[in-house]
């Protein structure tokens, strides 16, 4: 594929989305044991940069977050030759920033290479082709290292996933209400995605529905039938920053992320947050349950200007 590290994005198709505003690669190269991806972050993103106090000054690393993924969906079809019908499914992510300074905002957009490294490749036995793939990468800007990222993912044809996915719904339904956009980091209440009632308890744990607009493009660029992942894990984020209270207006942004998705979470009946702060760490771990089940564990890490981590 053309390295040209120009304004221009790769094809949408080759990052599962339609609209090209929403695509972030640029340009991949293939490495010896991987690849690098170039992506681009806008720096009015109506989602992304949505966002109040001292985050407004630093690329969203769950924005960086979008454009890795975006970079292995692409590595899978040019390099292992994934067809543009199959779909992918992420079993688990991690990230932590590494230079906060690398992440600043300008007026110009941030252009990120992620050095990909390929840790393992997933077969259903050994003659059999690869189906899924586990990966390293930084994330460097100007030569600069601003992020370390994980991520384990496979992906399937859509005559396995029509079984997986029989019976799923399409449309969200009636959702609740969003919680007031300041209480969670925001301007907008469009990109609110946590619900009433938030209900905090005296250990400083807390609670609240999942929001699901499928109008919203930064998660539904096209139709899906479950939840996508950036979703939840921008409900994790914005229920954590409800938790903190004040003190989230000296939030850098999430400094670190381990996630695990066990299941789907479907449009209906709404999803679950909940969070407990970590003993010791601006930290909380939690999940996302959905009928009595664990859809999602997450553990995330803030930095603040006290202590930017």
């Known amino acids: 594929m053309p390295s040209n590290k120009d304004s221009r994005t790769v094809c949408p198709s080759l990052v599962h989305k ?20 170039h992506a681009r972050l806008e720096p009015r993103h109506r989602f992304y940069h949505d966002v109040t106090g001292r985050q407004s000054s630093y690329n969203d690393p769950l924005y960086a977050l979008e454009a ?8 899978g079809h040019l390099i292992y030759r994934v067809p543009l019908g199959f779909h992918y499914l992420v079993r688990s992510y ?17 252009d990120l290479e992620f050095r990909t490294h390929v840790r393992r ?12 793939l586990e990966v390293t990468a930084t994330a460097s800007r100007n030569g600069v290292s601003a992020m370390s990222l994980s991520v384990s993912f496979g992906w399937v044809a859509e005559s396995r996933w029509q079984p997986m996915r029989a019976g799923s719904r399409w449309e969200a339904g009636i ?17 609110v995605v946590v619900g009433a009632p ?24 096209h139709p899906l039938d479950h939840l996508p992942g950036s979703l939840i894990l921008e409900a994790c984020r914005q229920l954590a920053l409800a938790a903190l209270g004040p003190r989230s207006s000296t939030v850098l942004g999430p400094s670190r992320l381990r996630c695990e998705f066990r299941s789907f979470a479907e449009l209906q009946p709404s999803c679950v947050a909940s969070l407990a702060p970590v ?3 601006l930290a909380f771990r939690g999940k996302v349950s959905q009928s009595g089940q664990d859809r999602v564990l997450v553990e995330l890490g803030f930095a603040t200007v006290e202590s930017p981590e």
């Open 68 to 75: 890795f993924r975006q970079g292995c969906i692409a590595a």
């Open 18 to 37: 339609q609209a090209a505003s929403e695509v972030l690669i640029t340009a991949l190269d293939v490495d010896l044991d991987g690849w690098t991806a």
């Open 198 to 221: 938030l209900q905090r308890r005296d250990d400083g744990s807390v609670c609240a529905p999942v929001v699901v607009d499928t109008r919203n493009p930064t998660f539904f660029d």
């Open 121 to 132: 490749e997933f077969r259903p036995d050994p003659r059999a082709p690869v189906n899924g």
């Open 94 to 110: 991690e990230f932590a920033v590494l230079d906060w300074g690398a992440l600043e905002t300008c007026r110009e957009p941030a």
């Open 279 to 281: 003993p010791g760490a």
């Open 175 to 191: 959702q609740p209400f969003t919680v007031d956009p300041v209480t969670v980091g925001r301007r907008l209440a469009e990109n």
